[in-house]
Nanobody, 126 residues
Framework: QVRLVESGGGLVQAGGSRKLSCTAS????????LGWFRQAPGKEREFVAA???????????KYAESVKGRFTISKDNTKIAVYLQMNNLKPEDTALYYC????????????????WGQGTQVTVSS
């Protein structure tokens, strides 16, 4: 079993920055992928960014087009944790942000991630 806990959400003005954190515990092993998804009211959950590490490809990252150049995903090398640095935030970034995990390779579909956190709310005011 894998447990994911997010933190860092809150209210921020448009153009501002926010950093989200997600810590994983349990049977995540050494080869894993952690990602961020978000869901705004009335909308479907969408992919934001993901990062993976495994012994044959090393570290890989992937971003949704809507956040490229503004958001940066990174991982902690001392523990199984992932961060999402969000810069130049826009009102349309307002959503409940979820951390998701899976074993081995990178993925961008929510259905490919079996492990999920409870979510942390990010609200961007205009």
């Amino acid at each position: 079993q894998v447990r994911l806990v997010e933190s860092g959400g809150g209210l921020v003005q448009a153009g501002g920055s926010r950093k989200l954190s997600c810590t994983a515990s349990g049977d995540i092993f050494n080869n894993y992928a952690l990602g961020w998804f978000r869901q705004a009211p009335g909308k479907e959950r969408e992919f934001v960014a993901a990062i993976s590490w495994n012994s044959w490809t090393g570290t890989e990252t992937k971003y949704a087009e809507s956040v490229k150049g503004r958001f940066t995903i990174s991982k902690d090398n001392t523990k199984i944790a992932v961060y999402l640095q969000m810069n130049n935030l826009k009102p349309e970034d307002t959503a409940l942000y979820y951390c998701a995990g899976r074993h081995y390779t990178l993925a961008t579909m929510s259905s490919d991630f079996p492990y999920w956190g409870q979510g942390t709310q990010v609200t961007v005011s205009s």
